[in-house]
């Protein structure tokens, strides 16, 4: 199976494996450098996903899961993947944060109850907090010491 690029005219190219790509004709691989010329101009450059990853400070697995997700176009040209370069400076410019957005106080507020109520329970019956688990072991103790 053979990936497909497209070229600035949205025509779909093949891309030819590493296997096949000697054995493409010259006519072919003419097409094929002339569709990738052309949709370099469109883009204004293609970049593989180590040089796409340099410029968004991300990974060059988080470049091929932002490809996966849609988040940036894929373009195979003579057995290699690329990725624009417009749209990685327009990515660039978005000054995306990494992680979760922040909560708000009232999210933070309610996120602290759930997992207060999910916690205290096992966290008490295994000696929980400090002030709660010294009392507890206090009474052990006063408990053995009778004994």
Do not use: C, W
């Amino acid at each position: 199976m053979t990936a497909l690029a497209t070229d600035a005219h949205n025509n779909p190219v093949s891309a030819p494996t590493k296997q096949n790509g000697r054995e493409m004709t010259k006519a072919q691989l003419q097409h094929e450098v002339e569709a990738m010329s052309e949709t370099m101009v469109g883009e204004q450059g293609l970049l593989n996903h180590a040089q796409a990853g340099i410029l968004l400070d991300v990974s060059t697995r988080r470049i091929g899961e932002l490809v996966e997700l849609g988040k940036l176009q894929r373009f195979d040209f003579l057995g290699r993947t690329y990725v624009s370069m417009r749209e990685v400076r327009e990515r660039r410019e978005m000054e995306l944060k990494a992680g979760r957005p922040r909560r708000t106080f009232a999210q933070k507020i309610v996120a602290g109850v759930k997992s207060a109520i999910n916690a205290d329970a096992g966290q008490l019956k295994q000696g929980g907090y400090t002030e709660y688990a010294a009392r507890q072991k206090a009474k052990q103790l006063a408990k053995r010491k009778k004994k």
